[in-house]
């Protein structure tokens, strides 16, 4: 089991920056990737950008040049630096797992930018 702890959401204006963290718990050497993916009410969940376990990292073409996903190993933390924010990008953010069976997903935190 894997459990995620996602924090540093909030109300940002537009150009703003933001950095959301996720704590992961649990089985973490079961862990091969790590990434965040959001969603906007009324719309499917949309991935944001992902690390591996070798530090290989993708990101939505949407979204590369704003944002970057990085990892801290000592304490097992993974970082979204998100910047020149856009309306656009106000959604609900979700911090993500992945095993080797199954995805989990933390609780989410909110995003809102406004313009």
């Known amino acids: 089991q894997v459990r995620l702890v996602e924090s540093g959401g909030g109300l940002v204006q537009a150009g703003g920056s933001l950095r959301l963290s996720c704590a992961p718990s649990?089985?973490?050497?079961?862990?091969?990737?790590m990434g965040w993916h959001r969603q906007v009410p009324g719309k499917q969940r949309e991935l944001v950008a992902s690390?591996?376990?070798?530090?290989?990292?993708n990101s939505a073409d949407s979204m590369k040049g704003r944002f970057t996903i990085s990892r801290d190993t000592v304490k097992n933390t993974v970082h979204l630096q998100m910047n020149s924010l856009k309306p656009e990008d106000s959604a609900v953010y979700y911090c993500?797992?992945?095993?080797?069976?199954?995805?989990?997903w933390g609780q989410g935190t909110q995003v809102t930018v406004s313009s």
């Open positions: 649990g089985n973490i050497a079961s862990i091969t990737i």
């Open positions: 993500t797992a992945d095993t080797k069976f199954r995805r989990y």
């Open positions: 690390i591996t376990r070798d530090g290989t990292t």
